[in-house]
């Protein structure tokens, strides 16, 4: 904890972790070619591909919700004594890694959308215990519960991104989903910050479940989507 390695030194120790996870991933992991790609004209590159705006509206609904989570826990904490708030981030992490152990056959499945708004519609009903949460046994319940529907949507919406489009563009894929996700994060703790001030924790959490249950909905038009024929790679 903090008390042990102090501020600078958790950073010290996470700088090293990535640098040693860098050099494993350049030295351990085969290099695979792909062919040179395509050039897309810049308004093609700056438009979201019409096979991935359902899913894309999806994982930035997710992002709005898993983001209310990650970024004003440390703030409930304060206001409602949760302290040390570090456990609930430490439920959070050993839950999401069981989670993925134990699912990861899920996102194999032909129909790999049925997971998806049962995935999202856990992390609803976690937010709606964050909005509740006066005690640590709803707090650390909350926190697994958004563990697993984390650990079951992250995934999915990622190879739901790589379904719908080219072989030859799986990077583009990903790096839509990333762009989704992020933006979801980024403009929904903007958007709840002023829902946070005026009207609370459980305001601005009822809200974040809200968006969840949107993403449920927008799940469905995912399913209906029809995912783009692979092309083998050139």
């Given at each position: ?51 991935l ?11 709005i ?91 999915a ?10 072989a ?12 989704s ?54």
């Open positions: 904890g903090l008390g042990v390695l102090t501020l600078q030194g958790a950073f010290w120790l996470c700088g090293g972790l990535a640098l040693v996870a860098g050099i494993v991933v350049w030295t351990a992991i085969p290099n695979e070619r792909t062919g040179p790609g395509r050039r897309l004209p810049l308004a093609q590159v700056l438009t979201p591909p019409a096979a705006r359902a899913t894309m509206l999806t994982t930035a609904l997710f992002g919700s898993f983001g209310a989570f990650y970024a004003f826990l440390p703030l409930m904490a304060e206001r409602r004594g949760f302290d040390p708030v570090g456990l609930a981030y430490t439920v959070y992490g050993g839950s999401i890694i069981v989670t993925r152990l134990l699912t990861a056959n899920l996102l194999d499945r032909p129909d790999r959308t049925r997971v998806l708004a049962p995935a999202l519609l856990v992390t609803s009903v976690s937010l709606l215990g964050f909005a509740l949460a006066q005690n640590w046994a709803l707090l650390l319940a909350s926190a697994a519960l958004m563990a697993v529907g984390a650990g079951i949507a992250h995934p919406l990622i190879t739901l991104c790589v379904d719908r489009m080219p030859d563009e799986r990077g583009r894929a990903t790096a839509s989903f990333y762009l996700f992020d933006l979801g994060i980024g403009m929904g703790n903007w958007l709840l910050g002023p829902v946070l001030g005026a009207t609370g924790l459980m305001g601005m959490y009822l809200l974040a479940a809200g968006h969840g249950l949107a993403g449920v909905a927008a799940a469905r038009w995912v399913a209906g989507a029809v995912p783009s024929l692979q092309v083998p790679p050139h």
